[in-house]
């Protein structure tokens, strides 16, 4: 079946360096990838999408990577601050337009002053 | 732009009683809407996709009977909880696609069945 794992429940990480969370699926073919920020008791806030045929993607302070023969996607914030502190989820679309994501579980993000 | 509103954003129901949540998709036209369920420190779990004028398609495992989802316009779906248990007690969460691959999640919806 499929699987997507998110390397750590939790992280926890001093401010001003670089936090990297990982993602990696087996049994799925995704088209494309997204990354989501969900704080405590609210919905996921999208943050940035990468498709399959692309190995990277940037927006601001975020950098995202794709490895589709290592089923695995990097995310990284460089330069991080306590706000950035929040449950960042991976999630996986099999097909483009109007198709359901499969998520996984998220890693809790601590960036510590 | 892309914003999707829920609403209420918490419910406190009595067993038996059926509850209504509400999504709308406030700029946009939503051609299809997702609804998730999440539980305490789990992954949001798909329960249905709703499509515009046509009956949703439920995940396998949901009660379509139980959950009675309705997507009557481009901006409107509605999730009816039925003879709500303590057991559905989560967090309700919706999200909007104009047809694109970005989906665009509601605020959800705490529900909790006492």
């Known amino acids: 079946s499929q699987k997507i794992e998110q390397n750590s429940e939790a992280l926890n990480i001093q401010e001003g360096k670089t936090a990297t969370l990982t993602c990696n699926y087996t049994n799925y073919s995704p088209a494309y990838l997204q990354w989501y920020r969900q704080d405590p008791g609210r919905g996921p806030v999208f943050l940035l999408l990468?498709?399959?045929?692309?190995k990277e993607k940037r927006k601001e302070r975020l950098k995202v990577t794709f490895d589709t023969t290592l089923k695995q996607s990097l995310f990284h914030i460089t330069a991080s601050q306590p706000a950035d502190s929040a449950t960042y989820l991976c999630?996986?679309?099999?097909?483009?337009?109007?198709?359901?994501?499969?998520f996984g579980k998220g890693t809790r993000l601590s960036v510590i002053a | 732009g892309a914003v999707v509103s829920q609403h209420p954003s918490w419910v406190i129901c009595k067993s038996g009683t059926s509850v209504k949540i509400e999504c709308r998709s406030l700029?946009?036209?939503?051609?299809?809407m997702f609804w998730y369920r999440q539980f305490p420190k789990q992954s949001l779990m798909l329960m249905a996709t709703?499509?515009?004028?046509?009956?949703?398609?439920?995940e396998q495992g949901v009660e379509k009977d139980k959950f009675l989802i309705n997507h009557a316009s481009l901006t409107l779906s509605t999730l009816t909880v039925t003879s709500a248990h303590p057991e559905d007690s989560s967090f309700y969460i919706c999200?909007?696609?104009?047809?694109?691959?970005?989906?665009?999640f509601g605020p959800g919806t705490r529900l909790t069945v006492t």
């Open positions: 990468i498709r399959e045929n692309e």
């Open positions: 999200s909007a696609s104009g047809g694109g691959d970005e989906q665009y």
């Open positions: 709703s499509n515009e004028g046509s009956k949703a398609t439920y």
């Open positions: 700029d946009f036209q939503a051609t299809t």
């Open positions: 999630a996986l679309g099999r097909r483009s337009g109007n198709t359901p994501l499969v």
